[in-house]
């Protein structure tokens, strides 16, 4: 019984002509190449812990368009950010550099992990201190893609706990 439901469904499915035709890169699965070169930059303002604002930007290039893992539609950037925010106890500049991870879900959503290093200057007005020091930077969020050149990011950093929102220019 069980073989004659999987060949029934096998003869449904490939008699369906969407199932029959080869996809085009827009899914998580990939057949087509994208282009080297894409690059990406776009103003982001985000918030720190329980009562911080900042404002910043990123810029990205993508040196590996098709990613490491050839049979998904995933491609590797190298991104650079710079953040400066402040709250009634502190003032903050914080410098980044990473290696973003997307994966292509669908035409509409790429998600993506960012393992990368930090620079942070901060200077707390209670203490009247000022702090420099480095370490790692980890965030993971999405792009929801308005059209192939422009599309909205949402990402959470990990180590500094910021939530940051943009709209990102592809070009």
């Known amino acids: 019984m069980k073989i004659i439901s999987a060949t029934i469904a096998a003869?449904?499915?490939s008699a369906n002509p969407a199932f029959a035709e080869e996809t085009v890169e827009t899914y998580f699965v990939k057949n087509n190449k994208t282009p080297y070169g894409t690059m990406t930059a776009g103003p982001m303002v985000g918030t720190y812990g329980a009562s911080g604002f900042?404002?910043?930007g990123k810029f990205s290039f993508e040196p590996f368009?098709?990613?490491f893992v050839q049979p998904i539609n995933d491609s590797v950037s190298f991104e650079a950010g710079i953040f400066r925010g402040q709250s009634e106890h502190w003032?903050?500049?914080?410098t980044s550099i990473s290696m973003r991870w997307?994966?292509?879900?669908?035409?509409?959503w790429t998600v993506f992990g960012?393992?990368?290093?930090?620079?942070?200057?901060?200077?707390?007005?209670d203490f009247n201190r000022s702090e420099n020091n480095s370490g790692l930077a980890f965030s993971v969020g999405?792009?929801?893609?308005?059209s192939e050149k422009q599309a909205v990011r949402l990402?959470?950093?990990?180590?500094?706990?910021?939530?940051?929102a943009g709209y990102i220019f592809k070009f």
Not at 91 to 94: A, G, H, K, Q, W
Not at 114 to 125: D, Y
Request: no cysteine; glycine share 8%; charged share 25%.
């Open 65 to 67: 368009p098709n990613g």
């Open 11 to 13: 003869l449904i499915l």
């Open 142 to 146: 999405g792009f929801f893609n308005v």
């Open 102 to 108: 997307d994966f292509n879900l669908i035409p509409l």
């Open 155 to 164: 990402e959470f950093d990990y180590v500094d706990t910021t939530m940051r």
């Open 114 to 125: 960012a393992p990368g290093i930090a620079l942070r200057n901060e200077e707390h007005k």
């Open 91 to 94: 003032t903050r500049m914080v």
């Open 54 to 56: 900042e404002i910043g």
